[in-house]
């Protein structure tokens, strides 16, 4: 065995044991952590599967999922508001995974932390990857579309001391806080149809007039399906208070086969759905607007994977190949800008 390797193995048996005695600790007797394993995915922070049995008493093993955090996006809530926000929507009957613990300052653990329980099942797009077309895909599009509108309904009241200063909640802030991370990657002045996008969103941002919870990122990897059909919600770490709209035109933007939008239902049936579900017709001129957004926030997301700020957090293989999807982000931005000129300089 490498010394990588070995390091890496060492690595794991330190964090199963740190997580026993955190564990232990918490629930008041003696645990043991089997089944450790490291999650795909996450570019700031690690996910790690495990169950915890009973040392003297052995019972049907309780799953659940760590996250620790090594780096936080300005984008994406802090640890500690993202589990009072998953608290209070579980507390709400809301379909998310169950909070156990968070701590910021745990130095164990070398780094902020959150635990949850974990849920049963397979990520959406797995599932209907394997499945094909033995699922029935249009009933179990409407179902998310309206998940989609629960999360949407969502009081607001029931937020403020989670989710705090959404009373000043608005396209420019949104558009502010990811256009930093695409002048922070240095392309603000080499991405031409970036920037001219930026621009017309700048000068075409709406007022927002009905503000709901937005998810951030409502789409098939971040919603677990279990037999049964019921579906939890997972990643909460981009929600915020905004147009939800602005949720609506982030799920427009994925259309594969194995996707809610060209898997599930076409573009008009889904956006018919959440019309129906929601009883609010979906203005064009306004999901046209948070459909560019859409594309120049995911712009941020590679160009910031591709070009970390901070020393700590390596360029990742994967980011370096999401960074090579920019130029398709690019075509959509080129065939949708000419629509932003019309009459009056507006689409």
Same mark, same amino acid.
């Given at each position: 065995m490498n010394k990588e390797a070995c390091d890496r193995e060492q690595g794991v048996v330190l964090l199963e044991r740190t +997580?026993?005695?955190f564990v232990s600790a918490q629930l008041g007797e003696a645990l043991r952590v089997r089944?450790?394993?490291?999650?795909?995915?996450?570019?700031?922070?690690?996910?790690?599967s495990f169950d915890v049995v009973r040392e003297k008493a052995p019972s049907e093993p309780l799953g659940y999922v760590l996250r620790r955090e090594f780096e936080r996006s300005s984008n994406t809530q802090p640890l500690d508001t993202e589990f009072a926000l998953l608290q209070r929507l579980f507390d709400r009957g809301l379909p998310v995974a169950?909070?156990?613990w968070c701590a910021l300052n745990e130095a164990a653990f070398g780094a902020p932390f959150m635990i949850v329980e974990r849920v049963a099942g397979v990520d959406l797009r797995k599932h209907l990857a394997a499945k094909g077309e033995t699922v029935d895909r249009p009933a179990l599009g409407i179902v998310l579309v309206d998940q989609q509108v629960v999360i949407h309904r969502v009081a607001l009241d029931d937020l403020g001391d989670v989710l705090p200063g959404s009373c000043a909640a608005s396209a420019l802030a949104e558009l502010r806080s990811w256009t930093a991370m695409i002048d922070a990657a240095g392309a603000s002045n080499t991405r031409p149809l970036l920037?001219?996008?930026? +621009?017309? +969103?700048?000068a075409n941002a709406p007022t927002l007039k009905r503000l709901s919870l937005v998810h951030g990122d409502f789409k098939a990897n971040n919603l677990m399906l279990a037999e049964g059909?019921?579906?939890?919600?997972?990643d909460?770490?981009?929600a915020h208070v905004g147009d939800p709209i602005e949720d609506l035109a982030w799920t427009l933007l994925w259309t594969t086969q194995d996707d809610l939008v060209g898997g599930l239902l076409s573009r008009d049936e889904y956006l018919n759905a959440y019309t129906a579900a929601s009883?609010?017709?979906?203005?064009?001129?306004?999901?046209?607007?948070?459909?560019m957004f859409a594309r120049v926030k995911l712009a941020a997301i590679f160009l910031s994977g591709a070009h970390p700020v901070s020393r700590r957090q390596p360029v990742r293989p994967l980011h370096a190949l999401l960074g090579r999807a920019l130029p398709v982000l690019e075509r959509d931005l080129a065939r949708m800008l000419p629509r932003c000129f019309g009459e009056g300089g507006q689409q």
């Open positions: +997580l026993e005695k089944e450790l394993r490291r999650l795909t995915g996450g570019s700031s922070h690690e996910t790690w169950r909070p156990a920037s001219a996008a930026v +621009l017309w +969103l700048q059909g019921h579906t939890t919600i997972l909460w770490e981009m009883g609010i017709p979906v203005d064009a001129q306004r999901l046209f607007y948070w459909e």
